[in-house]
């Protein structure tokens, strides 16, 4: 037997397919299901038919897959420390920064959490269902993009420990979407082939997140002013927890031109807007870098993405003694934003990352 593995088991189609290779190839698989008491059991038709995870839908897809593959199934309460994550990312918006939950569920959740239950169960390993790739290289295990260009979550697990990183599977990495779904109707798992993917944001399936912050944080003020770059006031604003950096639309107020957020101000509650080329910076500064390969005792030159959805652009990163990172770009890059993540990648290899604190 090739070991004893702990899949986290959401219910969706790319865990459940990742529990059918695991069996495939000789794995004694235990499944575990995560309750985070954060979840919407009905599609959203706003959404493009997409829906929330970790609902009692979800739980039982997810039992039942296990069930059909005579697989043992736990299911663990982590609404606590799933609060946590939802404190950080109402916090993080009423600090004028945007965050990125994923990077932090991964972190604190599923690659934490999930090994700690998984040794308790004297398993070897612990799998998911993310598109992203484990590659035996010539220091030790690395973590690599997913075979998916479309799907790659890579960028979202960059905060794992490095010392964990021989125990993580990804079973669908080397995989296409449409090859899961195929897999999935050969593996008899009739309506999972076509179960909606989960919105990117589990606890805001509707994709109003100044409604929860609100509904989490009702004593706070956070109403103002909306401004341009010289102070003049353009208009006003019901909350600035409704805007991120380099948003054009939505704005609520009537310009003369296209306008593009530049800066929030939660201090005094002010948005700064501007122009698209007001929005290009050479470089960022970052904190908490966390690296999955030797910390670089000199500048590297690189590849670094700012968003989920950036295509990456070469850089010079150079570490700082706070544990930080200076990242020059090569090329201006447009709309970089605290509180969210740059990636650091060598080829389709991800060395680290850490979160933006300033564009620069």
Not at 2 to 15: E, N
Not at 80 to 109: H, K, M, S
Not at 130 to 149: I, N, S, T, W
Not at 328 to 352: C, W
Request: glycine share 12%.
């Amino acid at each position: 037997m090739p070991g004893r593995v702990v899949l986290a088991m959401s219910g969706g189609v790319d865990s459940s397919v990742s529990a059918v290779l695991l069996k495939e190839q000789g794995y004694d698989v235990i499944g575990m299901f995560m309750r985070t008491g954060a979840h919407s059991d009905e599609p959203d038709s706003r959404r493009d038919n997409k829906k929330g995870c970790c609902s009692a839908v979800d739980a039982g897809d997810a039992r039942r897959v296990a069930d059909r593959l005579d697989i043992p199934f736990y299911a663990l309460d982590f609404e606590r420390e799933f609060n946590r994550i939802i404190d950080y990312f109402a916090d993080q918006y009423l600090a004028g920064r945007t965050p990125n939950p994923c990077v932090v569920c991964n972190t604190w959740l599923k690659f934490g959490q999930l090994w700690t239950f998984a040794q308790q169960l004297d398993a070897d390993f612990i799998a998911t269902g993310h598109y992203a790739r484990m590659v035996a290289g010539p220091q030790g295990p690395e973590l690599h993009k997913g075979a998916d260009p479309e799907k790659d979550q890579a960028y979202v697990l960059y905060g794992v420990r490095r010392e964990i990183l021989g125990r993580l599977l990804f079973p669908i990495g080397g995989f296409r979407k449409e090859e899961i779904r195929a897999m999935a109707r050969q593996a008899g798992l009739g309506a999972m082939a076509d179960k909606p993917d989960s919105v990117e944001i589990c606890f805001v399936p509707d994709g109003d997140h100044a409604k929860l912050i609100r509904k989490r944080r009702p004593e706070l003020a956070t109403a103002g002013n909306v401004v341009d770059r010289d102070g003049t006031i353009l208009g006003e604003h019901d909350g600035f927890e409704r805007f991120t950096i380099g948003q054009r639309k939505g704005l609520g107020i009537a310009t003369d031109r296209k306008r593009f957020v530049l800066d929030i101000l939660p201090e005094t509650r002010t948005v700064v807007l501007g122009d698209r080329e007001d929005l290009l910076s050479q470089g960022l500064t970052a904190s908490g870098v966390n690296w999955l390969v030797d910390r670089p005792a000199a500048p590297i030159r690189c590849a670094a993405k700012i968003r989920y959805r950036h295509a990456g652009s070469l850089a010079t990163v150079t570490t700082t003694e706070d544990g930080g990172a200076r990242v020059e770009f090569d090329e201006r890059q447009s709309a970089i934003t605290p509180g969210q993540a740059v990636v650091f990648y060598a080829g389709s290899q991800v060395l680290g990352g850490g979160w933006i604190e300033e564009g620069w």
